[in-house]
């Protein structure tokens, strides 16, 4: 099946300070990757996908993700974090084995940004 | 314009109780997907809706979980006596159809089930 992991459980980062979140993916064929956050008592907000084309996918609130085929990553990236971006954070990945677009996601990853 | 809408926000039931949570999709959309939250288990696929297609229920864990979906809009997540490992937070999702799955699922506030 596929699936995605990320390998943290929290990651604290300073206000202003670059912040990413890891994700990897195990498919087979083409891998469309999502990342959601989701604030307190929310539900999934989208952030950005990649389907094809350029590796660097821009998404909301200024947040953008590379996508690396050889090392089968899809990392979430923001130069500046603010406050106001903790928040979990869920990579998925379009579960193809079952034809019908469910995702798979990882655990997700509490970010904490430290003013 | 709106986004998915799902009631009640939260639920408290006692086990052994039926309880019906409901998901309004985007208008337009005629995907719709069923999926929940819990601490163990991260987050689970539930069950598909797509159009008229009979739907795709292999991720119910259990036959007291049944959906519908009446006139291809709003569903319906019945969950029959209740048990105490159903606590979760239950999440609806919504996209339009296109081919390769490309699709950008939007998701709802959830609904926050308790079972005493």
């Known amino acids: 099946a596929q699936s995605v992991a990320q390998p943290e459980d929290q990651v604290n980062v300073a206000e202003g300070n670059p912040l990413t979140v890891k994700c990897t993916y195990s498919v087979s064929g083409n891998p469309y990757l999502f990342w959601y956050v989701q604030y307190p008592n929310r539900g999934l907000q989208f952030l950005l996908k990649?389907?094809?084309?350029?590796?660097l996918v821009k998404g909301s609130y200024g947040f953008e993700a590379e996508f690396n085929k050889s090392q089968t990553s899809f990392h979430l990236k923001k130069p500046s974090a603010l406050v106001s971006d903790s928040a979990l954070y869920f990579c998925a990945v379009r579960d193809t084995v079952y034809g019908n677009n469910r995702l798979a996601f990882g655990k997700g990853n509490q970010v904490v940004v430290i003013p | 314009g709106a986004g998915v809408s799902q009631s009640p926000s939260n639920k408290v039931t006692e086990k052994g109780k039926d309880v019906e949570l409901r998901c309004d999709p985007i208008?337009?959309?005629?995907?719709l997907y069923w999926y929940r939250q819990s601490l163990g288990q991260g987050l689970e696929f539930l069950i598909y809706f797509q159009g008229n297609s009979a739907p795709d229920k292999s991720g119910l864990p259990s036959d007291r979980f049944s959906a519908e979906r009446t006139g291809g809009s709003v569903s319906t997540l019945t969950i029959q006596r209740t048990q105490q490992e159903d606590s979760a937070v239950y999440l609806c999702a919504s996209s339009r159809r296109t081919s390769g799955g490309t699709d950008t699922q939007y998701f709802g506030p959830g609904t926050r089930l308790t079972v005493l």
């Open positions: 990649y389907i094809t084309g350029d590796n």
């Open positions: 208008s337009g959309h005629t995907a």
